[in-house]
């Protein structure tokens, strides 16, 4: 038997078989054949590309990611553009640091069930690494076109300025504030965070380094933030940098971020006009003035309240309320 596996584009091709008395070497591949050539397109970052494939096909995409961009939070999003809604239209694979698409195809990351006719993948500020990557789109039982972006999320927040960002299901998106010289006295650091769209399962601050769901350490959280939510989390005492993981829920999110530093007894210079919650002057009013919300002022989170916590769901939620 003989079989031949589409690519990206419809072949025409002839075969002819002819009867032999030995084999002469072991068959390998023609990898002069078979394999990516110019089938690949390179990807803009920041920029949609569209495309459609056949039934069983692939569609392949690369991207590289320099030295100045790999400190940033990168978003691999595929979008299928058909009328009906099929979650298992699609089948999305990221190859990372690869120098092509190997012939038996083992992508690092893959994401086969679509949530809004989106299949996302994520790599977090710590994940992602200076090289080149490939992405590759396969149909399953039905032709799709489809919208591919490769984006980048941007970590660093400057004091005072809005950084817009995504969040992928079940994934990290890491952001953080560094003193500079202007406000090095300043020894907290308020974010502000707006989500236009999708859902935020988690919300985690920490001082030195980025926060995880296993940390034991003073942190701020809050559970399933949805779309049309405003919140602000302080986080106190950060003497050099202070970060902010956002986990996404069942659907990808869109935000905007902002910090500032300030001492207790300054009054925030945010406008307030996309934060719903009150202004909080201080870490310590902050605590007292906020049901739920556990900061870097109020102590640590024991193992117990930690298991609940990664549980999630209605039982975490209850716990936390029953906490504070």
């Not at 984006?151 to 500079?180: C, K, M």
Request: net charge negative; hydrophobic share 35%; glycine share 6%.
């Amino acid at each position: 038997f003989l079989s031949l596996l589409g690519g990206s584009k419809c072949t025409h091709y002839a075969i002819r078989a002819r009867v032999i008395n030995s084999c002469e070497h072991v068959f390998s591949h023609d990898t002069s054949l078979v394999g990516m050539g110019s089938t690949v397109t390179e990807l803009a970052i920041g920029k949609h590309t569209y495309g459609s494939c056949r039934p069983n096909s692939y569609v392949d995409y690369s991207f590289t990611i320099s030295a100045e961009l790999e400190v940033n939070n990168l978003v691999l999003e595929v979008e299928d553009l058909n009328s009906n809604n099929d979650p298992s239209s699609l089948v999305l694979g990221l190859y990372s640091n690869k120098s092509s698409i190997p012939q038996v195809r083992d992508p690092d990351v893959q994401v086969d069930t679509a949530r809004s006719k989106l299949y996302t993948i994520s790599l977090d500020y710590v994940q992602l690494r200076e090289g080149q990557y490939f992405a590759s789109v396969r149909c399953t039982t039905e032709p799709v076109r489809f919208r591919i972006t490769a984006a980048l999320v941007t970590s660093e927040i400057l004091d005072r300025q809005y950084v817009p960002g995504s969040v992928a299901p079940n994934e990290w998106t890491f952001h953080f504030y560094q003193h500079s010289a202007d406000d090095v006295d300043k020894h907290n650091v308020r974010f502000h965070i707006t989500i236009y769209f999708g859902e935020v399962y988690m919300v985690l601050a920490r001082k030195k380094s980025p926060p995880g769901f296993a940390i034991r350490q003073k942190n701020e959280f809050m559970l399933k933030l949805d779309g049309a939510t405003s919140i602000s989390v302080d986080l106190c005492d950060v003497s050099e940098r202070g970060y902010l993981g956002l986990h996404g829920g069942e659907v990808v999110s869109q935000y905007s971020i902002y910090a500032e530093a300030y001492n207790p007894g300054d009054n925030s210079s945010y406008d307030g006009s996309l934060l719903a919650s009150e202004s909080h002057s201080t870490c310590e009013e902050y605590v007292a003035s906020t049901p739920g919300y556990i900061t870097s002022a109020a102590g640590s989170l024991s193992e117990f309240q930690s298991f609940f916590f990664l549980v999630g769901g209605l039982a975490s939620a209850f716990l936390l309320h029953m906490v504070d």
